[in-house]
């Protein structure tokens, strides 16, 4: 099971100088992975809508101050040699699907293939009206073409695609990804159509587990998801066993309430030795991938809490 953290590219802790310190030092303890956000404008933040908070705030201070995902990402692997680079997750309709697949393919060749392209739909209505070309009730549908599109810039020699939303022809797009046949698309969310663009398009599924609509916070919700994702898998004419399992943490321990509304104890609370626990029993359901958010008040704090956490947790799995 890989371990990642996410990397502060909002807020007070969103300087060069201290994502930089944060990333190498997190490469350093020895972290498989680094996560990116991907917001590019807010509204107004007294007014909660945020999915996966009970309050409906975003977590951390000042997140309406952040840098573009992907230029983070770049500028992330020029500072790192090791780290793979998770976009977590990139709202798909924020960016033509032509320009994206360049700036991804980018990010993989001068990263040297670290890069995993985590993808979202988006849920923010008001960026979506700001950023966005394309109609927020369409997002589902732009995102799946996004992505066949993607692909098909990726991996043939003479793209083409003919779509409602991206047409090309005749064009030439070099270079590709490192990775073959090319990074990885982790899907993210906890819905059913996120569940089966995941069963009919990823290579992993991506989720949550806070989603307050389709909570995924307990053993036997998680299970009851997986098991309906192998289901849509089969049902798209895919082995059920092609999509990885991955896992987004957002609070853990004491932040987290211990019984959850289905009567069985929420994941990653309590002790140390339920959080070591935790990941132990994910990881036999098959989830090879988990990352967790460690932000505090200041960088020294953040380190200090990952290399806590390697020491009394990911060295006991």
Request: no cysteine; aromatic share 8%; proline share 7%.
């Amino acid at each position: 099971m890989q371990i990642g953290f996410n990397l502060p590219i909002s807020g007070p802790l969103s300087s060069p100088e201290i994502v930089t310190l944060i990333a190498q030092h997190g490469e350093a303890l020895g972290y498989d992975y680094l996560t990116l956000t991907d917001h590019i404008v807010l509204p107004n933040l007294r007014v909660p809508g945020y999915p996966y908070s009970e309050s409906g705030e975003f977590f951390g201070e000042g997140p309406e101050r952040r840098h573009e995902q992907l230029t983070a990402a770049a500028f992330i692997a020029a500072k790192t040699s090791r780290l793979r680079l998770v976009l977590a997750v990139m709202v798909v309709p924020h960016r033509p699907a032509v320009l994206a697949a360049k700036m991804l393919s980018t990010i993989d060749v001068l990263s040297g293939g670290r890069l995993v392209v985590g993808i979202g739909a988006g849920w923010l209505q008001a960026e979506f009206d700001a950023v966005v070309a394309t109609p927020f009730a369409e997002r589902g549908r732009v995102t799946d073409e996004y992505i066949r599109a993607f692909r098909t810039l990726w991996t043939e020699d003479a793209p083409r695609h003919e779509g409602t939303w991206v047409k090309f022809d005749g064009v030439f797009f070099e270079p590709r990804p490192v990775q073959r046949p090319h990074p990885p698309i982790w899907v993210g969310g906890e819905s059913g159509p996120s569940l089966r663009r995941a069963a009919g398009l990823g290579d992993a599924w991506y989720p949550i587990g806070s989603n307050n609509k389709h909570l995924l916070d307990t053993l036997p919700r998680y299970r009851a998801g997986v098991d309906r994702l192998r289901r849509l898998t089969a049902e798209a004419g895919r082995d059920p066993a092609s999509v990885a399992l991955t896992y987004r943490v957002k609070r853990y321990g004491e932040a987290v309430p211990e019984k959850a509304s289905d009567g069985e104890r929420r994941l990653f609370s309590g002790s140390t030795t339920d959080l070591v626990a935790d990941l132990k029993a994910l990881r036999a359901l098959g989830v090879s991938a988990i990352d967790i958010d460690f932000e505090r008040p200041d960088a020294e704090a953040s380190i200090a809490e990952m290399r806590r956490f390697q020491e009394q947790v990911i060295s006991r799995l």
